[in-house]
């Protein structure tokens, strides 16, 4: 088991350009998030998927989108990066029943300039 | 309102020292409460978990114990390590499919 898999694991871009981050986990998990760690904020929620075919916003979801596209894969895009959005980001999923621990992936580092 | 409050970094101890790291919650109910650790360049990963009052979540010699009175769940562990430097954060479940962190506490365990 892989876990969950987070693709780049680094990334610089110029203010304007857009990318989106990829998210795959391999446990059968129904929920999946994506959430941004910066200095002294700890983890804050940008979108979430309950399960399949269904997402919602989290704490911090201006300037991104997400798409579920399947069980497994859940990406998060930035239409137009801004130097806000410099920030290290952390993609999870749980199972979503009565378990509620999130498995983590091991993070992309985005620099945005 | 949702928050979980934990105390400012870093903590700095000595090998074999003694850990407390303090976290408060607000909550309506019981939620469940974690501790996850992340270690440097990796994701956070469950370090222990209580999913119900006067529950005591324990690994790797730390433990917690989910304290209704005092809206608490603190961190200890008995004997740091070196293995042991990394930042911990508390979380509670909010209900739903969404978790709250605290903002994390950076550890230190110098040899």
Same mark, same amino acid.
């Given at each position: 088991?892989?876990?969950?898999?987070?693709?780049?694991?680094?990334?610089?871009?110029?203010?304007?350009?857009?990318?989106?981050?990829?998210?795959?986990?391999?446990?059968?998990?129904?929920?999946?998030?994506?959430?941004?760690?910066?200095?002294?904020?700890?983890?804050?929620?940008?979108?979430?998927?309950?399960?399949?075919?269904?997402?919602?916003?989290?704490?911090?979801?201006?300037?991104?989108?997400?798409?579920?596209?399947?069980?497994?894969?859940?990406?998060?895009?930035?239409?137009?990066?801004?130097?806000?959005?410099?920030?290290?980001?952390?993609?999870?999923?749980?199972?979503?029943?009565?378990?509620?621990?999130?498995?983590?992936?091991?993070?992309?580092?985005?620099?945005?300039? | 309102?949702?928050?979980?409050?934990?105390?400012?970094?870093?903590?700095?101890?000595?090998?074999?020292?003694?850990?407390?790291?303090?976290?408060?919650?607000?909550?309506?109910? *019981?939620?469940?409460?974690?501790?996850?650790?992340? *270690?440097?360049?990796?994701?956070?990963?469950?370090?222990?978990?209580?999913?119900?009052?006067?529950?005591?979540?324990?690994?790797?010699?730390?433990?917690?114990?989910?304290?209704?009175?005092?809206?608490?769940?603190?961190?200890?562990?008995?004997?740091?390590?070196?293995?042991?430097?990394?930042?911990?954060?508390?979380?509670?479940?909010?209900?739903?499919?969404?978790?709250?962190?605290?903002?994390?506490?950076?550890?230190?365990?110098?040899?």
């Amino acid at each position: 088991n892989a876990g969950v898999t987070q693709t780049p694991k680094f990334q610089v871009l110029k203010t304007g350009q857009s990318m989106t981050l990829q998210c795959a986990q391999d446990m059968n998990h129904n929920s999946m998030y994506w959430y941004r760690q910066d200095p002294g904020m700890g983890l804050r929620l940008i979108y979430y998927s309950a399960s399949e075919g269904t997402t919602d916003k989290g704490e911090v979801p201006n300037g991104y989108n997400v798409s579920r596209l399947n069980k497994r894969e859940f990406s998060l895009r930035l239409e137009s990066a801004a130097p806000s959005q410099t920030s290290v980001y952390f993609c999870a999923s749980s199972d979503g029943g009565h378990s509620y621990e999130q498995y983590f992936g091991p993070g992309t580092r985005l620099t945005v300039t | 309102g949702n928050s979980v409050t934990q105390m400012e970094g870093p903590v700095t101890l000595s090998e074999e020292a003694f850990l407390t790291i303090n976290c408060t919650y607000t909550a309506t109910g *019981y939620p469940s409460l974690f501790w996850y650790v992340q *270690y440097p360049g990796e994701g956070l990963q469950l370090l222990l978990k209580a999913t119900k009052a006067d529950d005591k979540g324990s690994n790797k010699g730390f433990e917690a114990t989910y304290r209704k009175e005092t809206t608490s769940f603190h961190l200890e562990k008995g004997s740091v390590q070196v293995s042991d430097s990394a930042v911990y954060f508390c979380a509670r479940h909010t209900g739903g499919f969404k978790t709250i962190f605290g903002a994390g506490t950076r550890l230190f365990v110098k040899a």
